[in-house]
């Protein structure tokens, strides 16, 4: 009878334990993103992560944090993010939008700003592809992932990643 009864509440444990989605968007961003390509489109040019000439990454963590490092700027940076659902009428290819933070004080934006007037936002050039300490990715139901720059600029370059096996 005993025996029946752990058995009994073996297979109840292993069957009430959650299963991660390998396909949740936590799941798959997770890990490192690489840059693979630069788009322009309104000159219509491409290039690919040979003719780059820098690499660029993202690292992603489950805890809701990342890091980002650029090795043209030569620069670490961390921050937060979250993720945000597209809405009813966005695109069904779009799994998810990631909104980075980075904490950075007032004075470090002044001192990353480039002069570039866009409505009141703090463009931060190179360093970032959002405005101020901030930046918007997307996640495709592809599991690609691309940053489309500054909202207001639709000229500007959108950069690519893949994951880093």
Request: glycine content about 6%; proline content about 7%.
């Amino acid at each position: 009878m005993k025996n029946i009864l752990y058995a009994l509440l073996s297979i109840l444990i292993l069957t009430s334990c959650d299963k991660e989605d390998p396909n949740s968007p936590d799941n798959i961003l997770n890990g490192t993103w690489e840059k693979i390509e630069i788009v322009t489109p309104h000159l219509g040019t491409k290039l690919s992560k040979d003719e780059i000439g820098y690499s660029e990454e993202y690292e992603f963590f489950r805890n809701g944090t990342f890091t980002k490092f650029n090795s043209k700027t030569g620069l670490t940076f961390s921050g937060s993010f979250k993720f945000e659902a597209p809405g009813e009428n966005q695109v069904d290819e779009i799994r998810t939008y990631i909104n980075l933070y980075f904490p950075l004080s007032y004075s470090q934006t002044q001192d990353l700003a480039e002069e570039v007037p866009c409505w009141t936002c703090v463009n931060l050039g190179p360093y970032f592809y959002g405005w101020g300490p901030t930046e918007r990715m997307i996640l495709y139901s592809n599991n690609s992932l691309v940053n489309p720059g500054p909202c207001c600029f639709k000229d500007l370059p959108i950069y690519f990643y893949s994951k880093k096996k």
